[in-house]
Nanobody, 117 residues
């Protein structure tokens, strides 16, 4: 069992920045990759960024150059640095952990990010 605890969401103006954190506990050795998904209002959940245990990263085209995913293995924590935020980034952001077969181990509780003037 893997538990994920998220933090860092909030309300920011367009062009602002936020950093999301996701701390993992439990069967950490079973984790192959961790990522961030988001679900805008009235829309489905979509992958934002993912990082594997080897450090490989993947980003949605809509956030490339603005968002950076990273991890601190000593703290068992993954981060999502979000810069140059746009209103269309408004969503509930969820942390996710997967096994090598890409089956989900756990989801975080979700944290609201709102970008508005």
């Amino acid at each position: 069992q893997v538990q994920l605890v998220e933090s860092g969401g909030g309300l920011v103006q367009p062009g602002g920045s936020l950093r999301l954190s996701c701390a993992a506990s439990g069967s950490i050795s079973s984790i192959y990759a961790m990522g961030w998904y988001r679900q805008p209002p009235r829309k489905g959940r979509e992958l934002v960024a993912r990082i594997t245990t080897s450090g490989s990263t993947n980003y949605a085209d809509s956030v490339k150059g603005r968002f950076t995913i990273s991890r601190d293995n000593a703290k068992n924590t993954v981060y999502l640095q979000m810069n140059s935020l746009k209103p269309e980034d408004t969503a509930v952001y969820y942390c996710n952990a997967i096994k090598p077969d890409y089956l989900t181990l756990s989801w975080g509780q979700g944290t609201q990010v709102t970008v508005s003037s």
